[in-house]
């Protein structure tokens, strides 16, 4: 069971918002309910090819970042391969009130590049140029690719696959920085020059503190296959009550960056803990935690029906480095390492069909490719992670755990239905830690309690993919899909 511990103020009911709740979260990291956040977290890019067979059959991610404001904004963006979420590309982006920016992933002959066509200020200012000399747009293998080796692939493939972040850095309040951010009639700012000119000198732009208001939002097309998966940027609030603002190129601000150190969680039943860490980094886990990751799947085989669910541990970074000697005393709820291009953790999964019923199936599906020591239980062994059923492969993913809900039930009937990921790991030989974050106090329901509140499961986002093909219907090619957002179960309890 992978747990978090924290002093923690519980409020029973949503009725006590006004008293407790309201004045916690004010200071406190969650999740927005909105969808409006000053960081946006992204669980899934791709530019493989699709995974039914047409290898020339290619996704691009569409991309949007929407300032709903009046404000300003100075915002990192950066893209994180799905292994270890070594970072393949950032730059800064400065939006101006009500501004939208849009851009794609799209693939190269090697890897993968980001390009846009807005007229939004970024620097490097050039990052974007049609020049067929132009590089700067390429993701990058520096940090994968370095020493010491991961084991996990230098080549630019691994950039083809992960997730992706946008972070408020700030608000810019100086006259001759927004000036130069202000698009004229023609949607052409002013003078993106000055802040290439003063990326390293932040103070010229007048920066005050990130304010949120922030949506967005993506999706994965695939033309020649006929595919379209959209979703929306998972929103956090209060992330921090401080700039954050770094150059261009910068590993910094990232998700441990924030200075909030309070997380709040509004829960199913009503009620609101706000639990208090020692670190941004904890606060963020915290509010993403979840021991149970729920969806659907559809394999019916009139329709040719595919099922992916991809599954993104955002904070995961924070926690591990590259260790070729394996597993040590980790400081939070992951178990491992990474270690010749893995580090893994333990899930269970069980499903039902859609008449309820369960063939409570136990056996073990192995992942492709397999982990360096064959499991004995499921695994996901990456930051990003396809859970794929039946071999459906829809993303193309290389990052794959196949499950197939049909192998030891070989009744129709369950081939749709629903099921359930969960984070309750047992300590084993080659799994061997049960780890924790706790204080000796804490505050529930405004009542002193002993050892605090455990947060269980594991910081996770994602969502599922279906797709379905009618062949050629009346000469019309009748391929068509679905995405949906995961749902979650956060258990917090007493020790």
């Not at 992978?2 to 990291?29: E, I």
């Not at 490097?124 to 991961?150: C, M, R």
């Not at 006259?175 to 004229?184: G, I, K, S």
């Amino acid at each position: 069971m992978n747990t978090f511990k924290r002093k923690s103020l519980h409020a029973a009911v949503l009725a006590g918002l006004g008293a407790v709740g309201f004045a916690g979260t004010a200071s406190a990291v969650n999740l927005a309910q909105d969808g409006l956040g000053s960081v946006l977290l992204y669980p899934y890019y791709t530019v493989r090819a699709d995974g039914g067979g047409n290898s020339t059959a290619y996704y691009d991610t569409l991309i949007s970042v929407v300032n709903t404001t009046t404000s300003f904004k100075a915002v990192k963006v950066r893209f994180l391969e799905g292994k270890r979420s070594a970072e393949v590309l950032d730059f800064n982006l400065f939006l101006s009130p009500r501004d939208v920016w849009t851009g794609a992933v799209t693939r190269t002959s090697d890897g993968a590049r980001l390009v846009s066509s807005d007229n939004t200020c970024v620097v490097p200012t050039g990052l974007f140029s049609t020049a067929a000399s132009n590089t700067l747009n390429h993701f990058k293998n520096f940090i994968y690719a370095g020493t010491p080796a991961d084991g996990g692939g230098t080549t630019l493939d691994r950039a083809r696959e992960g997730h992706f972040e946008m972070l408020e850095m700030a608000v810019f309040t100086a006259a001759a920085a927004t000036a130069a951010a202000l698009h004229n009639s023609a949607g052409v700012p002013a003078n993106c020059a000055f802040f290439q000119a003063n990326d390293q000198t932040p103070a010229n732009l007048g920066l005050v503190p990130p304010t949120g208001g922030l949506a967005g939002g993506s999706s994965l097309i695939n033309v020649q296959a006929g595919s379209d998966f959209s979703y929306d940027a998972t929103a956090l609030t209060n992330w921090s009550t401080i700039t954050q603002y770094s150059r261009a190129g910068s590993l910094t601000p990232n998700l441990s960056s924030g200075d909030v150190l309070t997380s709040t969680i509004f829960r199913a039943d009503g009620s609101v803990v706000t639990s208090t860490w020692t670190t941004g980094r904890d606060a963020v886990s915290a509010t993403l935690m979840a021991q149970n990751v729920i969806n659907e799947f559809v394999l019916e085989t009139g329709t040719s029906s595919g099922t992916d669910w991809v599954v993104t541990f955002p904070t995961k970074f924070a926690y591990i480095v590259v260790d070729p000697a394996g597993p040590t005393n980790l400081p939070g709820p992951f178990n491992a390492n990474f270690t010749n291009g893995q580090s893994c953790d333990i899930f269970g999964f069980q499903f039902w069909n859609r008449e309820e019923q369960s063939p409570g199936v136990t056996t073990v599906v192995l992942p492709s490719p397999e982990p360096i020591i064959a499991p004995s239980f499921n695994q996901f062994c990456y930051e990003t992670n396809i859970l794929t059923f039946a071999n459906s492969n829809l993303l193309g993913s290389t990052n794959l755990y196949n499950i197939d809900p049909t192998a030891s039930a070989l009744n129709p009937t369950n081939r749709t239905g629903w099921g359930q990921i969960s984070f309750t790991q047992a300590a084993t030989v080659a799994q061997p830690r049960l780890q924790r974050l706790q204080t000796a106090t804490a505050t529930i329901n405004g009542a002193a309690a002993a050892g605090g509140v455990t947060h269980l499961g594991l910081p996770v986002l994602g969502f599922a993919v279906q797709d379905f093909s009618n062949g050629n219907v009346g000469g019309v090619l009748s391929n068509y899909g679905g995405l949906f957002m995961h749902k979650y179960n956060r258990p917090i309890t007493n020790p």
